[in-house]
């Protein structure tokens, strides 16, 4: 299995622009998560998703953000306009059933907004 | 509430053992975990540990849990520079259902 995969692994965009960060979790993995991490933060959950239903988005930072997963083997992570606070690692995870099932990690997209 | 605390840096010599320390504060997690990041990579599990036990290793890992004091560490021995990065340990709480990471330790290996 290629593991979870995102994309793209670098962006640079202007404050305001749109951002869509994408997510490819492990084939029959039925959990998915979306981290940002940032040195002042650390790694903080933004929302998961359980059988493509989000279930728990307390960790979204504001209406800026939003996420989606359309199907079992895709996800994104759009946000709208952004803002230089919002530069980050992004990192999206994968697990076969639930929260407390071993999460899988995609690479990470570093994000920069000027 | 859950919060996990590690310490930011820890230093070794090559050879020697690292022990990298947890502490958490949900008493009913049932899972912990050890988690690797290498410079400009995602995290990567090393290994984890049932609420119900008290040690586990696997090979060069050993992790210790002392479930009084809300205490986990990872003992890694014959630490090499590969052993480099940053280590995190993850709480999961069956009430929140989700994974809470410690603030990562970073683990430097010198010749």
């Known amino acids: 299995d290629a593991g979870v995969i995102q994309s793209p692994r670098h962006e640079v965009t202007e404050m305001g622009q749109e951002v869509t960060l994408r997510c490819k979790p492990i084939?029959?993995?039925?959990?998915l998560f979306w981290y940002r991490q940032t040195m002042m933060r650390g790694l903080e959950l933004l929302i998961y998703?359980?059988?493509?239903?989000?279930?728990?988005d307390s960790g979204m930072p504001e209406d800026r953000f939003s996420a989606k997963m359309p199907n079992a083997s895709f996800s994104t992570l759009k946000i709208q306009p952004s803002e230089p606070r919002d530069s980050a690692v992004y990192f999206c995870?994968?697990?076969?059933?639930?929260?407390?099932?071993?999460?899988?990690f995609g690479p990470g997209t570093r994000l920069l907004v000027l | 509430g859950e919060d996990v605390e590690q310490s930011l840096f820890l230093s070794v010599r090559e050879g020697d053992s690292s022990v990298i320390n947890c502490t958490y504060t949900d008493s009913s997690s049932t899972y912990l975990y050890w988690y690797k990041q290498e410079p400009g990579a995602g995290l990567q599990l090393l290994t984890y540990?049932?609420?119900?036990?008290d040690m586990k290793q696997d090979q060069r890992l050993t992790v210790l849990l002392n479930k009084k004091d809300k205490h986990l560490s990872l003992r890694i021995a014959d630490t090499q520079t590969g052993d480099s990065a940053i280590y995190f340990c993850?709480?999961?709480?069956?009430?929140?259902?989700?994974?809470?990471f410690g603030t990562g330790t970073q683990l430097k290996v010198e010749l």
């Open positions: 540990i049932f609420s119900n036990m």
């Open positions: 998703f359980n059988n493509n239903v989000p279930i728990d």
């Open positions: 995870a994968s697990s076969l059933r639930a929260a407390g099932e071993t999460q899988y």
């Open positions: 993850a709480e999961f709480t069956g009430g929140g259902n989700k994974l809470t």
């Open positions: 084939s029959g993995h039925n959990s």
